[in-house]
C-alpha cells in the first residue's frame, strides 16, 4: 500500500495538482485530481483498497489509523525536485464516509 500512496503523491506533484478527493461511493472508490480548473479522474480502485488507503495517509500524518473523529486533519512533508511541499489532508468521519481531501501547497 505505500506504493500506491507515494506514487499517487508523485502523480499529484508531476501533474501540477493543487487538491485531490478520494471519494469512497458505492461502486468503486474514486480519485479525482484538480488542477487550475480541470479535472481528471483515475481508473476505479477496488473497494477493499479504501481503507487502507485511507489508513496509510494517517499513519503518515502521524495520526491514529483505528480513529474517526469528526473533521481529523492532518499534513505530510514533502520534497519533489528539490522543491518542498505541504500536503494537507482532510479525513473523513468514518471508514465508509465519502470523501477524503488532500489540498498541495508548494512552500
Not at 479525482?32 to 480502485?45: C, D, G, H
Not at 481503507?51 to 481529523?72: N, T
Request: glycine content about 2%.
Amino acid at each position: 500500500m505505500a506504493r500506491a500512496v507515494n506514487f499517487l503523491i508523485q502523480s499529484v506533484l508531476i501533474c501540477g495538482c493543487s487538491k485531490v478527493v478520494i471519494t469512497n461511493s458505492d461502486s468503486h472508490p474514486k480519485i479525482v485530481m484538480s488542477a487550475e480548473n480541470q479535472e481528471s479522474t483515475l481508473p476505479e480502485l477496488p473497494r477493499h483498497v479504501y481503507p487502507k488507503l485511507i489508513a496509510r495517509y494517517k499513519r503518515m500524518c502521524a495520526l491514529d489509523p483505528a480513529d474517526y473523529s469528526p473533521g481529523q486533519t492532518g499534513s505530510i512533508r514533502v520534497i519533489w525536485n528539490k522543491e518542498p511541499y505541504q500536503i494537507e489532508v482532510a479525513f473523513p468521519e468514518t471508514p465508509n464516509s465519502v470523501d477524503t481531501v488532500l489540498t498541495i501547497v508548494k512552500l
